[in-house]
């Protein structure tokens, strides 16, 4: 069966039609496409619906949906796919449809994980911001503490809640918890287009959210609760680029499978990772493929000229306006180096984690350029850690990121802990 999207493509957000509310919720299974199982994730909540391809590095994929009693239509525009399912209980069982090709799909609902208190901190909804930006987020406060230690969480690819809320998981929120329990304050925020923060306009590139994530430091700062010299950004993905970018804001850094090369080597690499986990060829000849459109992002300045040249490739057809979007072309031609070499000339302190399974953000490629910069970084390899920090029983489980009942592996997070503790 055809793949369902081209591996190159980029992460969208879009609202569709209502769905009725017993159908409301995260769901999650797996296409059986023969050389490979493809899970996917369907979100629909009272906006509309999207759906996540992990697999193949894509989320937010626009949606309709249209209900007729026990029974619900998905349309996915972009891939040229649909899906027709009955519900019964907490599944939805029907038939996925893409290119004139059918495999039976069954969806089950993820249960809402439950608070388990007790807190040792408390919360406090905060809205902070710069020029015409205001963004909403909550500030974790343990409870009888002064001067302490404090970090920024600055969230991945992609419109973002404070919690970086995905495929059913809540990474953030299961941070800042333990990071509270443990009195280490903490500050995540919706992004913008999100929650309470101002719309987005589109045309924001991952610079423009490096000064969210300034004005977020600035905040914590002006809180005299707050150690300034005990302050850092734990980043993830993208996230740990603008921590990387940002560094002179703050006393440390904590990148989570943070980009540390060039983004043009970054989606190579991972456009690389994700074919062989998913069972798709790659070869010499598909390396050069994917090479010349990351080239020609990275270096054609004509944004009408390049739709043209990407154009010229059949399988990018319906992707060419994600791929030449002001935050795609931006990303690609990133370099964090200047700012990790500036960071290991510093000695500033510095702690980069990376699961060894992690297909979007190769360990080898990242944290091999870290060492080479900051070789006082204190470097954390984890062995069967996907992307998301998740432990993996199997590597072909690696991308089944709604699939693992893992929100974020507390191992990581008691390094985190130590680090900070131990500045």
Same mark, same amino acid.
């Given at each position: 069966?055809?793949?369902?999207?081209?591996?190159?493509?980029?992460?969208?957000?879009?609202?569709?039609?209502?769905?009725?509310?017993?159908?409301?919720?995260? @769901?999650?299974?797996?296409?059986?496409?023969?050389?490979?199982?493809?899970?996917?994730?369907?979100?629909?909540?009272? +906006?509309?619906?999207?759906?996540?391809?992990?697999?193949?590095?894509?989320?937010?994929?626009?949606?309709?949906?249209?209900?007729?009693?026990?029974?619900?239509?998905?349309?996915?525009?972009?891939?040229?796919?649909?899906?027709?399912?009955?519900?019964?209980?907490?599944?939805?069982?029907?038939?996925?449809?893409?290119?004139?090709?059918?495999?039976?799909?069954?969806?089950?609902?993820?249960?809402?994980?439950?608070?388990?208190?007790?807190?040792?901190?408390?919360?406090?909804?905060?809205?902070?911001?710069?020029?015409?930006? +205001?963004? !909403?987020?909550?500030?974790?406060?343990?409870?009888?503490?002064?001067?302490?230690? !404090?970090?920024?969480?600055?969230?991945?690819?992609?419109?973002?809640?404070?919690?970086? +809320?995905?495929?059913?998981?809540?990474?953030?929120?299961?941070?800042?918890?333990?990071?509270?329990?443990?009195?280490?304050?903490?500050?995540?925020?919706?992004?913008?287009?999100?929650?309470?923060?101002?719309?987005?306009?589109?045309?924001?590139?991952?610079?423009?959210?490096?000064?969210?994530?300034?004005?977020?430091?600035?905040?914590?700062?002006?809180?005299?609760?707050?150690?300034?010299?005990?302050?850092?950004?734990?980043?993830?993905?993208?996230?740990?680029?603008?921590?990387?970018?940002?560094?002179?804001?703050?006393?440390?850094?904590?990148?989570?499978?943070?980009?540390?090369?060039?983004?043009?080597?970054?989606?190579?690499?991972?456009?690389?990772?994700?074919?062989?986990?998913?069972?798709?060829?790659?070869?010499?000849?598909?390396?050069?493929?994917?090479?010349?459109?990351?080239?020609?992002?990275?270096?054609?300045?004509?944004?009408?000229?390049?739709?043209?040249?990407?154009?010229?490739? *059949?399988?990018?057809?319906?992707?060419?306006?994600?791929?030449?979007? *002001?935050?795609?072309?931006?990303?690609?031609?990133?370099? *964090?180096?200047?700012?990790?070499?500036?960071?290991?000339?510093?000695?500033?302190?510095?702690?980069?984690?990376?699961?060894? @399974?992690?297909?979007?953000?190769?360990?080898?490629?990242?944290?091999?350029?870290?060492?080479?910069?900051?070789?006082?970084?204190?470097?954390?390899?984890?062995?069967?850690?996907?992307?998301?920090?998740?432990?993996?029983?199997?590597?072909?489980?690696?991308?089944?990121?709604?699939?693992?009942?893992?929100?974020?592996? *507390?191992?990581?997070?008691?390094?985190?802990?130590?680090?900070?503790?131990?500045?």
């Amino acid at each position: 069966m055809k793949k369902i999207a081209t591996l190159l493509i980029a992460a969208l957000w879009g609202i569709a039609a209502w769905a009725a509310a017993d159908m409301l919720g995260t @769901w999650t299974g797996s296409l059986d496409a023969g050389v490979a199982r493809i899970p996917l994730v369907l979100h629909l909540d009272s +906006t509309g619906c999207s759906l996540d391809s992990p697999a193949q590095g894509a989320s937010g994929i626009p949606c309709t949906s249209q209900v007729d009693g026990n029974n619900i239509d998905i349309g996915i525009p972009s891939i040229g796919a649909s899906y027709r399912g009955t519900i019964a209980g907490d599944s939805l069982k029907g038939t996925f449809t893409q290119g004139g090709h059918s495999l039976a799909l069954t969806l089950t609902r993820k249960a809402e994980k439950k608070d388990t208190g007790p807190h040792n901190y408390r919360e406090e909804q905060v809205t902070f911001g710069h020029g015409n930006v +205001t963004l !909403a987020g909550t500030l974790t406060l343990p409870k009888g503490g002064s001067c302490v230690p !404090a970090v920024v969480l600055v969230t991945g690819s992609g419109p973002q809640d404070r919690d970086e +809320t995905i495929m059913g998981h809540k990474p953030f929120k299961a941070i800042a918890d333990s990071l509270g329990n443990h009195g280490i304050a903490v500050l995540r925020y919706d992004d913008r287009g999100v929650g309470g923060s101002s719309m987005a306009t589109g045309y924001e590139t991952t610079r423009d959210f490096a000064l969210d994530a300034t004005a977020a430091v600035r905040y914590l700062l002006k809180r005299q609760e707050i150690d300034p010299k005990r302050t850092g950004y734990i980043g993830h993905s993208e996230g740990g680029s603008i921590a990387i970018l940002n560094h002179a804001d703050v006393a440390f850094v904590i990148t989570l499978a943070a980009p540390a090369v060039k983004g043009k080597d970054l989606m190579i690499k991972q456009n690389e990772m994700i074919a062989k986990a998913t069972g798709n060829m790659w070869n010499a000849r598909l390396a050069g493929r994917v090479d010349s459109v990351f080239t020609l992002i990275d270096t054609c300045r004509d944004q009408a000229l390049l739709k043209t040249k990407l154009g010229r490739f *059949p399988e990018l057809k319906t992707q060419v306006g994600a791929l030449t979007s *002001p935050w795609y072309r931006a990303f690609v031609q990133l370099d *964090p180096t200047p700012s990790l070499k500036a960071m290991g000339k510093s000695r500033q302190p510095m702690m980069a984690c990376n699961g060894e @399974w992690d297909d979007q953000v190769n360990c080898d490629q990242n944290l091999g350029a870290i060492a080479r910069w900051v070789p006082c970084a204190a470097i954390k390899r984890y062995p069967q850690l996907n992307h998301l920090f998740q432990h993996c029983d199997s590597r072909d489980q690696a991308l089944d990121y709604g699939g693992n009942s893992e929100d974020f592996n *507390p191992q990581v997070i008691a390094d985190i802990v130590a680090f900070i503790k131990g500045l």
